[in-house]
């Protein structure tokens, strides 16, 4: 059984194989490691998401363990709202590092969960599949999720762009929504290393149309980081990496210790229905 969609009709995807077929015959082929190329074919040759460089440095940086609290705290919140045979799509998944944990949890715990992971960049679920997890994996965009309606009981989404319409579309009525943020003080003392006038991060209204706020855990740990690859890799995470100038790229270059906080929030909301 699968949720999957076929992203040219619109009719439920059935596997058959090594391959996602629709009614229609459309068909999606498993690449090797086992994700499905779910993308628009008008928009196959287009390059989307981050690059496999990016990619493995966050992977490299997140396997070390720096964001183990964060991952940990977003399984137990998961966890609190799903039960057996739940269906979970992680929306905008990387590659598949949160995915992974949240899927081992449900396993420890011996309750079976449909998990289902998408993200647009097709080198970022490439890597997440290639963790035989037992997760479905799929490239996709977060804006037109090949995913049917009313179909998921808890939607995950960590750091990934925010579509309100299409997370509404995919989720059942009451079902539940997991978001994971950057929250006002993170890495506030990298920043201030690297820039001259550094500004936090914006806190933003917790209201969000279509959902009920259920409320906020905050997740605050401090960092030591004692080699400068790791350092790179972390800023290379952020927003802030794409508009950095000469001079604090050299200063960022320049670190061989660092200590900075991570600083997070996980909103939970429901999903009200329409009236």
């Known amino acids: 059984m699968s949720i999957f969609i076929c992203p040219v009709c619109g009719e439920k995807l059935d596997i058959s194989g090594k391959s996602y077929i629709c009614p229609n015959r459309h068909t ?18 287009s390059v989307h998401g981050d690059n496999k460089l990016m990619l493995r440095a966050r992977r490299e940086f997140l396997e070390k363990g720096y ?12 966890s609190k709202y799903c039960c057996q045979n739940s ?4 929306a905008g998944c990387g590659e598949g590092y949160y995915t992974t944990a949240v899927k081992a949890n449900f396993d420890e715990s011996n309750i079976a969960v449909e998990l289902y992971g998408i993200d647009i960049s097709k080198d970022a679920v490439d890597m997440a599949a290639k963790r035989k997890s037992g997760v479905n994996f ?19 989404t960590m750091f990934a762009p925010y579509c309100g319409e299409e997370y509404g579309r995919v989720m059942k009525n009451g079902g539940i929504m997991v978001m994971a943020i950057p929250a006002e003080n993170h890495l506030w003392e990298m920043k201030s290393k690297i820039y001259d006038t550094p500004y936090k991060n914006e806190v933003k209204d917790y209201a969000l149309d279509g959902f009920e706020f259920l409320g906020a855990e905050k997740v605050n740990f401090t960092m030591k980081i004692s080699e400068n690859s790791d350092i790179i890799s972390l800023f ?9 100038g000469k001079t604090e790229q050299q200063r960022l270059n320049d ?4 200590e900075t906080q991570a600083d997070f929030e996980i909103l939970t909301y429901k999903k009200t229905a329409k009236e």
Not at 255 to 258: A, I, N, P, R, Y
Request: with cysteine; aromatic share 10%; proline share 6%.
């Open 67 to 78: 964001y183990k609290p964060l991952c940990d705290a977003v399984c137990k919140v998961v």
């Open 87 to 90: 269906v979970i799509l992680d």
């Open 255 to 258: 670190l061989k210790h660092l």
């Open 138 to 156: 799929a490239a996709a965009s977060v804006f037109h999720i090949p995913v049917m309606t009313n179909s998921c009981d808890l939607l995950l």
């Open 28 to 45: 999606f082929d498993m690449a090797k490691s086992g994700y499905v190329n779910l993308l628009p074919t008008n928009n196959s040759g």
């Open 236 to 244: 290379s995470m952020t927003p802030y990496y794409y508009r950095t």
